[in-house]
């Protein structure tokens, strides 16, 4: 399974960015996004099943959303009043007979 991110970028704080990342084959497990800063450990953000329950990091609850077109094997992350602290690499993930992840996307969000 290949994952493609795309729609990281440079926003200021309070702003959105909305991120996709399109699998190459059909993900029945669950898909989801990731952050990682330098130095630390990659943590959750957001996941769906393929049923449509979502789980989310604390940190995001309320500005985030996760949702997912399982016809076009694409999951999307609304990203909205961003802070300076949701600056990251983000990385999409795909369960599907095993863990999958894409290339990191920088997000960075300015004061």
């Known amino acids: 399974v290949q994952l493609q991110a795309s729609g990281g970028g440079l926003v200021q704080a309070g702003g959105s960015l909305r991120l996709s990342c399109i699998a190459s084959?059909?993900?029945?497990?669950?898909m989801g996004w990731y952050r990682q800063d330098p130095g630390k450990q990659r943590e959750l953000v957001a996941r769906?099943?393929?049923?449509?329950?979502?789980e989310y990091a604390d940190a995001v609850k309320g500005r985030f959303t996760i949702s997912r077109d399982n016809l076009k094997n694409t999951v999307y992350l609304q990203m909205n009043t961003l802070q300076v602290d949701d600056t990251s690499v983000y990385y999409c993930?795909?369960?599907?007979?095993?863990?999958?992840w894409g290339k990191g996307t920088l997000v960075t969000v300015s004061s």
């Open positions: 993930y795909a369960w599907q007979l095993g863990d999958h």
């Open positions: 769906l099943s393929r049923g449509g329950v979502a």
């Open positions: 084959k059909t993900i029945l497990g669950h």
